[in-house]
């Protein structure tokens, strides 16, 4: 619907509104072939009609003329670097003008536009946060919706849309989302799917299979050989090989990964890169689905999940400069070094993924994380008044989490 179109009533415009017709009138038809209706609710004048008509043709040729945007996905597994590409390709800039479309899982993503874009200038056209909960599911809806906005809202402003999904979500159904909703047809169309990897700790998560993880949906078919990097990596149209620098020095691991990589997708591209710096005329304009159809992964409208996965979240008060040192070692190490010995045995599960916004008196620090490996920087001015850390992961504890953190912050 263009915005041009104004089909109400205005007395000046429209003339005097004719006394109600009862139809009882001896000249019906000739009073009914003298005025035009929209459906029947209101009623036009003549030239209202033309006038709007006219505004119709020159905005459908306008839109005709907007070519559809290509929508490309950026995968991967929790922390393999899919912000960090965002990042990179804003720093770089381009002709293009990109929309950033970021469908998190465990309400972080707050704190991932804190990272994300860290250096204004080359900032995106529009942002949009489908928030919390997987796009290929329970979003969907809302999800559409909210895509077809945002081009409504920019019409002509938007050349490309980077769709960031979490970590831990099937790309499959979101492809299809973008392939098969008649709604969004219109305005999008699916050029390819971005799988990030994260050279040091993707072989991990490949060889993390369990009869837990299955399909939900249409068709519930119990995997037990399959993860979620799997599936990623199945899907993708290009590869990038990120995090290059944990693994350079190891030719044998880099041999094992690629055989490994190429026995779930043997012809994608593949790019190594460091911190993912890639050119984005790599990735862009793949037109990858024009030539096939959406691979019906697990039967149509069935996502793979792993209820494993799952996601804590702690607000908690600013902390004081003289206290950090001993929530940085006996909170965070003890949850996320336990694999380096540093134990508290009644810590459950397994961290992958922490992502935090924490206030040390009045300076705003950014922690990001994957498994063991962690960094805090400073972050942006925040509105925030409380620290908030997500923790993503599996088989985790909320509430030996929480205790093991009011301990060490009372
Ligand atoms: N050593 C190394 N670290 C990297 C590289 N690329 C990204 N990182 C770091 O890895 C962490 C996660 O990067 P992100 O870009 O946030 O990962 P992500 O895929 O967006 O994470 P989620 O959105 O949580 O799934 C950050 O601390 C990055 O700085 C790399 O090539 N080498
Ligand atoms: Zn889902």
Known sequence: MSALKDYKYNEEE??????????TESDLNDILNHVKSDGGINIVSEDKIARTNLQNSNSDNSTTSSRKIPVSIIT???GSGKSTL??????????????????EFGDSSEIEKAMTIRNGENSYQEWLDLGNGCLCCSLKNVGVKAIEDMIQRSPGKIDYILL???????????????????????????????????????????????EQTHWHGDQVVLEDKLTIAHLQIAMADRLIMNKLDRIENDENKIMKLEQRI??????????????????????LDLHAFDARNVPQEGGSGSTFHDPRMSTVTLNFRPLKTQEYDKFEKEFLQ???????????DN???????????????????????VRDTYEVFDGEETSSRTCRI???????????????LHNVIK
């Open 76 to 78: 991967g597994y929790l």
């Open 86 to 103: 965002l990042e990179k390709l804003a720093q770089k800039g381009s002709d293009k003008k990109i929309a950033v479309i970021l469908n």
């Open 347 to 369: 810590i459950q599960g397994e961290v992958h993924r922490t992502k935090g916004l924490l206030l040390v008196d009045d300076k705003v620090r950014v922690l990001q994380g």
């Open 390 to 404: 997500v923790f993503i992961g599996k088989s985790l504890d909320q509430k030996s989490i929480a205790d093991l």
């Open 164 to 210: 960031e999904t979490s970590g831990i979500a099937d790309p499959a159904p979101i492809a299809k989302m973008f392939w098969q909703d008649e709604g969004l047809n219109s305005n999008v169309y699916i050029d390819g799917i971005i799988t990030v990897l994260d050279c040091e700790h993707i072989v991990k998560c490949l060889d993390d299979v369990s």
């Open 262 to 283: 190429r026995s779930i997708n043997s012809e994608v591209p593949m790019f190594y890169t460091k911190f993912a710096d890639i050119g984005i005329d790599k990735l």
């Open 334 to 344: 003890v949850l996320l070094w336990k694999e380096m010995g540093v134990c508290n």
């Open 14 to 23: 429209d003339g005097e509104l004719p006394s109600l017709v009862t139809g």
